[in-house]
């Protein structure tokens, strides 16, 4: 087999590798923040910076999970774990990167890219057996 050109499964897996670590990043510079605000004594925006934290590693573990599983374990399954990297990147976006925390909002893309290449296969079976069958 040729080495020559990325597949769309070597593409998403990058993309999943990449937006995991970013979140969990994001994830480090939100706890850095709430400790650094309650070493100031800001309490309620402390906890709420290392809870808003603390989701972030969940958040970015699972994104990593899932595309190293797509890799490695589901390769029969990429329907599977391209919805839930999809699902993982809308719910980084929707509870989280709202905020000023840049590298989740780009972490989030590239786990949002990742599970749409990991749909890329499943569509074209299923444009090909409907075509198929009319």
Known sequence: MSRDRATEREMGHLFGLVGGILVIAGGLFATGFGVTELALGLGAPGVAALASGAVLFVVG????????????????????C?????????????????????LVLVGGVFALLAGVLYLVEPAQRAVSAIASIG
């Open 82 to 102: 391209g919805a839930v990297l999809v699902l993982l990147a809308l719910a980084g976006w929707s509870m989280l990167a709202l905020g000023a925390n840049v």
């Open 61 to 80: 573990g699972w994104i990593l999970f899932f595309s190293h599983l797509e890799e490695r374990g589901w390769r029969r399954r990429p329907l599977t």
